[in-house]
């Protein structure tokens, strides 16, 4: 079965800093690995996904995320964070055979300091 | 404007009085699900529809129903609520359903039960 993890809960930046988020996942070859951000009362909106190739994906907002397999992780990165930029973020599993439902991690909450 | 809508997006009720949340989306997608947004567990997902009148289990099918008449439409039904479904709970949909599709979220509905 797939799992994810996200070891951060809360995570706490200075606006201009960078930022990394961390996921971990779980599954038997390389799935479908998604970021989505939720905005305070807003629903999940996609940030970036990865299927194959290129390792190094690009999204939305100024995100990045790089799949390493060796690894099984999925990080999220922003080289200058904004304050917009505060809210929850889930990484999010896809399986390539059977099961078509995603398996989100926990959430880290994104709080950004002036 | 593409989009998922749900009503209502707060509801309090008490145990046992039958509710239903309503779910809609005009993007013609072929599939839809509900999940459940708890702290520290992520989004887990409740049931789904992969078309008219095609409804199936998710991860956490336990006190709800659903069904799919229309293609657009997709509601939750609370028979009998109690405590343990307070919740946040959202609305998706994605195009045909496979798992590297983009899920569109609906604004979330903030359900207390007394």
């Known amino acids: 079965a797939q799992s994810v993890t996200q070891p951060d809960i809360h995570i706490t930046v200075s606006e201009g800093a960078s930022l990394e988020l961390r996921c971990n996942y779980s599954y038997g070859a390389t799935p479908y690995l998604f970021w989505y951000v939720q905005s305070p009362g807003q629903g999940l909106q996609l940030l970036l996904k990865?299927?194959?190739?290129?390792?190094l994906v690009q999204g939305i907002k100024g995100f990045e995320a790089e799949f390493k397999r060796s690894q099984s992780s999925f990080n999220l990165r922003k080289p200058s964070v904004h304050w917009s930029d505060a809210a929850e973020y889930f990484c999010a599993v896809g399986g390539r055979t059977g099961r078509r439902a995603l398996t989100f991690g926990s959430g880290t909450r994104l709080q950004v300091q002036p | 404007e593409a989009q998922v809508t749900q009503n209502p997006r707060y509801l309090i009720t008490v145990t046992g009085k039958k509710l239903t949340v309503t779910c809609s989306q005009n993007m013609n997608h072929e599939y839809m699900s509900w999940y459940r947004q708890d702290p520290g567990l992520g989004l887990r997902q409740i049931y789904y529809?992969?078309?008219?009148?095609?409804?199936d289990k998710g991860d956490v099918p336990e006190g709800y129903k659903v069904s799919r008449k229309e293609k657009r439409n997709f509601p939750l039904i609370l028979e009998s609520p109690s405590p343990n479904q307070t919740s946040l709970y959202f609305c998706?949909?994605?195009?045909?359903?496979?798992?590297?599709?983009?899920?569109?979220f609906g604004p979330g509905t903030r359900l207390l039960v007394l």
């Open positions: 990865y299927f194959s190739g290129d390792t």
């Open positions: 998706a949909s994605s195009l045909n359903g496979g798992s590297q599709e983009t899920q569109y």
């Open positions: 529809s992969m078309n008219v009148e095609v409804t």
